[in-house]
């Protein structure tokens, strides 16, 4: 190939690497297809900022396409769900090889689009009828929970956690076969790949049930994980004082 090319692939930073391989989905399959799409994109004089646009395009149009209560149409909407993993990668990929042509308003609306992923299940929901809207619902209010929750122990304590790891001795989970278990369990974009064949299957039921009993499991852990460990940065403090 050419130097575009190596450009991209010298980009991809190991600790980058690192984090993809938490996800056997996104290293194996979005992240390998990713790379030829960017180099085409970047031959045709595209930017960052307009594969974010793209991605945010397909982001809006599975909501509709997932409550539409038709099999195609719901299959098509989990689709652009997988799409859109991939252009994340994409885009990721361009940002970091040509950062002239993003912006931080561009890595903004990228963090944003990333949001799709957690209201999915409410339009979901609506295409299955009966009760299951309001189970799509619930869903997506566990997941936006987990993740406040963690943005404001992080805000909050995350300085002093930091701080004390380095006194403690504490061993980070990153990496371990359980950190991967976890992630891809809780993380939409670890196996939103598998809604589009369960759809077609007639399993967007099971997919949907499935995926409130993580998300309220994972609400449980993640609030009593960050209690104890806001607990341990406050008894460290108290010992140091």
């Known amino acids: 190939m050419d130097a575009l090319w190596n450009k991209l692939l010298a980009a991809y930073p190991p600790q980058k690497r690192d984090w993809d ?6 290293y194996y399959v979005a992240r390998p297809l990713s790379f030829p799409l960017s180099w ?3 031959k045709a004089s595209a930017t960052a ?10 982001g809006f149009a599975s ?17 652009c769900l997988v799409l859109y993993t991939v252009f994340d990668c994409v885009d990721g990929n361009m940002a970091r090889a040509c950062p002239e042509t993003g912006s931080p308003a ?18 979901l929901g609506f295409s299955l009828g009966g009760y299951w809207p309001a189970l799509g619902a619930l869903v997506t209010v566990c997941k936006l929970l987990v993740v406040n929750i963690r943005n404001n122990f992080w805000q909050t304590l995350g300085g002093l956690w930091e701080g004390s790891k380095k006194s403690s001795g504490f061993v980070p989970h990153t990496g371990r ?15 939103i790949f598998l809604l589009p064949p369960l759809i077609i299957a007639g399993r967007a ?33 108290g010992q140091t004082l």
């Open 177 to 191: 076969w359980y950190y991967k278990v976890y992630n891809n369990l809780t993380d939409p974009q670890a196996h």
């Open 106 to 123: 561009g890595q903004f609306w990228g963090e944003l689009v990333g949001n799709f992923y957690l209201v999915c299940y409410i339009p």
């Open 40 to 42: 085409l994109l970047l």
């Open 205 to 237: 039921r099971e997919f949907l049930g499935a995926s409130l009993a993580v998300a309220a499991a994972d609400l449980a852990f993640i609030l009593v994980f960050y209690l104890l460990r806001a607990r341990r940065v406050g008894s460290r403090m």
């Open 21 to 26: 391989s938490t996800y056997p989905w996104i």
């Open 63 to 79: 909501v509709p396409l997932l409550a539409a209560g038709t099999a195609g149409y719901m299959a098509l909407g989990g689709l």
């Open 49 to 58: 900022n307009h594969v974010t646009v793209f991605t945010a395009a397909l």
